[in-house]
T-cell receptor, first 108, second 111 residues
């Protein structure tokens, strides 16, 4: 089946730093999404980004569907950004497949 | 406000005592699904439903049942819970398998 690889698996940042999280797919996917799982366990939709670039405040995402990867940029990180970031996508006709996540810790 | 709700949010129960976790969405979505999340195993799909009265197994359906009698509701039933079903459960919905929206999660502990 399709493989989803996220990197890095763990990341520690000082507040105010910028970071880039990457998601690679072994095959083509549709409906690529980024989620943030906060320390209370809730999964928050960040971006629905099958292709192209989107921005929402300090966060932005870029998906290059032809090369099967997506990037999530976090600028001026805050402690509230801590948690686990997941990317997920659907292969043709299939169910949503999640990566293993990047665990981010932002220190004050 | 568009949302997916789940109840209960937290549940501690004993082995063998039947339970139901409810899921409801107010976005008129056709597609709904259930996932469980376990450390080291990520999110795995339990069951999904493409529309009313249409359900199918996901990756880990054993020990679970679902029903879809109304478009907005998709309850997850554990007829005889066991400790290996202790997990964090999520319900999700989407329109035509596009962007999926997740509920707040249900933490289940089976002793």
């Amino acid at each position: 089946g399709i493989q989803v690889e996220q990197s890095p698996p763990d990341l520690i940042l000082q507040e105010g730093a910028n970071s880039t999280l990457r998601c690679n797919f072994s095959d083509s996917v549709n409906n690529l999404q980024w989620f943030h799982q906060n320390p209370w366990g809730q999964l928050i939709n960040l971006f629905y980004i099958p292709s192209g670039t989107k921005q929402n405040g300090r966060l932005s995402a870029t998906t290059v569907a032809t090369e099967r990867y997506s990037l999530l940029y976090i600028s001026s990180s805050q402690t509230t950004d801590s948690g686990v970031y997941f990317c997920a996508g659907t292969p043709a006709g299939g169910k949503l497949i999640f990566g293993q996540g990047t665990e981010l810790s932002v220190k004050p | 406000e568009a949302q997916v709700t789940q109840n209960p949010r937290y549940l501690i129960t004993v082995t063998g005592k039947k339970l139901t976790v409810t899921c409801s969405q107010n976005m008129n979505h056709e597609y709904m699904s259930w996932y469980r999340q376990d450390p080291g195993l990520g999110l795995r799909q339990i069951y999904y439903s493409m529309n009313v009265e249409v359900t199918d197994k996901g990756d880990v359906p054993e020990g679970y049942k679902v029903s879809r009698k109304e478009k907005r509701n998709f309850p997850l039933i554990l007829e005889s819970p066991s400790p290996n079903q202790t997990s964090l459960y999520f319900c999700a919905s989407s329109s035509s398998l596009t962007e999926q929206y997740f509920g707040p999660g249900t933490r289940l502990t089976v002793t």
